[in-house]
């Protein structure tokens, strides 16, 4: 078989067409929750801390002042981004809590799994009766 014919063969399987679905599905999902933390959640727990800008709390590392913009404080020199990071970090959690609820709602809905019961082949089954016949 031909490399081309390899990779279409690999390309083409169930598992990786999923998967890529997934991915696709997975990047706007994270660009929901990205704007759902800083257009929603973060607004109202920057104004319980003072009115301030989460994205914009950081240590400087250079001498800078801190009373300017992250992003003027990074051209200036090396800054620590605590803020910035504390809003992914916030990002994050509400992914997997949100992904948590949907796998366990689908859960719900497949309902119970049962194993399936063993089906012993014809000459197992015939096995024994010989294994049988020969003791008595």
Do not use: W
Request: glycine share 10%.
């Amino acid at each position: 078989m031909s490399m081309l014919g390899e990779f279409k063969t690999f390309a083409m399987r169930g598992n990786v067409v999923d998967l890529a679905v997934g991915v696709i599905i997975g990047g706007a999902f994270g660009r929901i929750v990205d704007s759902l933390v800083k257009d929603v959640i973060m607004p109202p727990v920057s104004m319980l801390f003072g009115g301030l800008d989460f994205a914009n709390y950081y240590l400087p590392l250079n001498g800078q002042g801190t009373n300017l913009p992250l992003a003027e404080a990074q051209k200036a020199g090396a800054v620590l981004a605590y803020g910035n990071f504390l809003t992914i970090l916030l990002n994050f959690i509400l992914l997997a809590f949100v992904i948590f609820q949907m796998v366990r709602l689908v859960n719900r809905l497949r309902g119970p799994v049962e194993a399936p019961t063993p089906v012993e082949k014809e000459e197992i089954l015939l096995l024994r009766d010989i294994r049988d016949s020969l003791r008595k």
